[in-house]
């Protein structure tokens, strides 16, 4: 890990992007914060990828190594209502925004404007969640 430098970076984000800026810049010598809305760390790793496919216990202990460089990280705090991005931007030297993929998309193909269509992440989230879609009905 490179000296430290006195320097300051929020990232707005735990998922793959966020953690992994957060660690090229933590080993550069800068402090870290990460600044999650959820409670927590792993962004979509964690709500959009069920726990069959990703382990919950894996995927926590994957970031224990954030922990361990020294990084540190909010949760339950939402930029723009719990906390003014401008703050953000006075309280440290850099921000870094690494939100990721917030709303899923859906082909512009007929029917896709239907009752009972929906994006690959509300279904993926939904199954996250609860381990069941129960929306969904008939599925083709």
Known sequence: ????TGKRVAVIGSGPAGAQAAIDIRKAGHNVTIYERSRKAGGMLQTGIPAYRLPRKVLDHEYTYLDKLGIRFQFGTDIGTDLSFENLQKENDA????VGAQQGSIVPVPGSDADG???ALDFLREISRSGTFEKAGNVL
């Open 95 to 98: 921000v870094l925004i690494a």
């Open 1 to 4: 890990m490179g000296a430290d």
């Open 117 to 119: 269509v929906f994006s």
